[in-house]
């Protein structure tokens, strides 16, 4: 179904030049041009995406009209309760641990994301979204210590 196109840039005029002479590919495309194609591959994203960036994106371009099916809103889902987490964490998180002196064990968790809805619900009505994102922080919180509770306890048995 389709075609893969890709593009080879030259490294730019300021990088380093060190190990930088062959040419990176740095685009593949994924090029569907038949709209019986097209409605495939959209009906079957349709309601699986997560954020709305591309469901903006087919709006914006009419995708709705143009290959006639009904577009469905971005899956609804709790970051916190769903193991989707570890997938999204091994994409744009990481865990951390290390030893400051010989009596503290540093342990961290960071997870990066530009979109904040994703981390952050909607705020209900009286509550604002500043207050709903230290909620959602204290749940991680809370739920990133049992998982380093149980790290520590097979680490000691």
Do not use: C, H
Not at 70 to 82: E, H, I, Q, R, S
């Amino acid at each position: 179904m389709g075609y893969i196109d890709y593009k080879n840039n030259s490294p730019s005029a300021s990088a380093p030049r060190a190990g930088r002479t062959k040419k990176e590919l740095t685009v593949v495309k994924w090029n569907i041009m038949k709209k019986s194609e097209q409605r495939i591959y959209t009906n079957y994203i349709n309601g699986k995406l997560l954020t709305y960036k591309r469901y903006d994106q087919y709006y914006k371009y009419n995708f709705d009209k143009k290959l006639n099916i009904l577009l469905m809103k971005p899956m609804k889902f709790n970051v916190l309760l769903n193991p989707w987490l570890m997938g999204f964490t091994d994409a744009d998180g990481y865990f951390y641990s290390a030893l400051s002196n010989k009596l503290t064990i540093v342990m961290k968790y960071e997870l990066s994301q530009k979109e904040s809805y994703i981390l952050v619900r909607p705020a209900p009505a009286g509550r604002t979204p500043k207050e709903m994102l230290l909620k959602n922080m204290v749940i991680l919180m809370q739920y990133m210590k049992e998982i380093l509770n149980q790290v520590t306890m097979t680490m000691f048995i």
